[in-house]
């Protein structure tokens, strides 16, 4: 049902754009739309991963800088019947994850230092489980796309607003006061699409997640402490990029908790009960446990075997 509806919602978005571009300027501003689109779009096809890790100065790691943490990827991406993807970890004390790459063969997982400090390793287990079941169902893919579709209408309804004007040698059907209300709505739109499918994914990533963990409530604790944490630490860099917000396990944003048409993901508490509706299903127990149990970390430093700044340092477990 949630591929049905993002696949309803994409092709919604998509009839956006084209009848923003065929209002401002007919056909052939549509046409110009779709070039300009098209170009984006395969920009950011090969590109939107490296921007990515780069914005966030993510630093890529291996079993030598952190072992347990790469070889607990490992382990889940065979789980999952995954390529092994690139392991980066990010020096930002805001506990939280995402995946990106165009497909399962050039995936990359991130996560914050403050979620491996925060969290035990079988949370983490679970955060990473449910980035993978975002790579395995190629929503970062869909997301790349979703989010430079609304890009485009957005720019196109400026453009409108600059050359359209209701001037009949623009082909503009829809005339002045069309234009100013493409300008405000569209956009507008475009962003509720967005995060409509952004929410969907979520909700699907939380159940392939529990799936390859074998653990649903595990996820659904990482959820419950992570939360919270993401809200009272700042993520700088997440503030100064917003539009990179539903990449996230958890909204990076301050703020923007409530499950409502504004938010880049659902309420913590919806996708919680979720899982325990599924945990119930599958009765429970088993199930993925990696190295080391939270009782068993020391007291601060990084509990992966590695220094998370890429150097040599091999913690208690590597």
């Known amino acids: 049902m949630n591929h049905l509806k993002t696949a309803i919602l994409l092709a919604g978005l998509t009839a956006l754009f084209m009848a923003v571009g065929f209002a401002i300027g007919g056909r052939g501003?549509?046409?110009?739309?779709?070039v300009v689109a098209a170009g984006m779009n395969l920009f950011s096809y090969w590109n939107s991963d490296k921007m990515v890790l780069r914005m966030y100065g993510a630093r890529e790691v291996d079993e030598t800088t952190a072992p347990d943490f790469v070889r607990m990827v490992h382990e889940l991406a065979r789980r999952a019947d995954l390529p092994m993807p690139r392991v980066f970890i990010m020096d930002n004390p805001q506990p939280n994850a995402?995946?990106?790459?165009?497909?399962p063969q050039n995936a990359?997982?991130?996560?914050?230092?403050?979620?491996?400090?925060?969290?035990?390793?079988?949370?983490?287990?679970?955060?990473?489980?449910?980035?993978?079941?975002?790579i395995k169902h190629y929503d970062t893919l869909t997301m790349t796309m979703t989010a430079t579709i609304a890009g485009a209408i957005s720019m196109l309804a400026n453009f409108g607003m600059l050359f359209g004007g209701g001037n009949r040698e623009n082909n503009n059907p829809f005339g002045f006061i069309g234009t100013i209300l493409m300008v405000i709505l569209a956009p507008l739109a475009a962003m509720l699409v967005q995060m409509a499918i952004s929410r969907s994914r979520e909700y699907e990533a939380d159940r392939g997640g529990a799936e390859i963990l074998g653990r649903p409530m595990v996820l659904a604790s990482a959820l419950a402490k992570i939360s919270g944490a993401a809200h009272e630490v700042p993520n700088y860099e997440a503030e100064s990029n917003p539009a990179t917000a539903h990449m996230f396990i958890i909204n990076p944003l301050s703020g923007a908790r409530m499950d409502n048409l504004f938010s880049t993901h659902p309420a913590v508490e919806n996708r919680i009960a979720a899982l325990r509706a599924l945990s119930q299903q599958m009765g429970g127990g088993g199930g993925f446990a990696p190295g080391p149990t939270a009782a068993a970390r020391p007291p601060g430093g990084n509990p992966w075997g590695g220094d998370p700044r890429g150097g040599q340092r091999r913690g208690p477990w590597g």
């Open 108 to 134: 990359a997982v991130a996560a914050t230092t403050g979620l491996l400090q925060t969290l035990s390793p079988e949370e983490v287990a679970g955060v990473m489980a449910h980035e993978l079941a975002h």
């Open 98 to 103: 995402f995946a990106t790459g165009r497909n």
């Open 29 to 34: 501003g549509m046409m110009i739309a779709f």
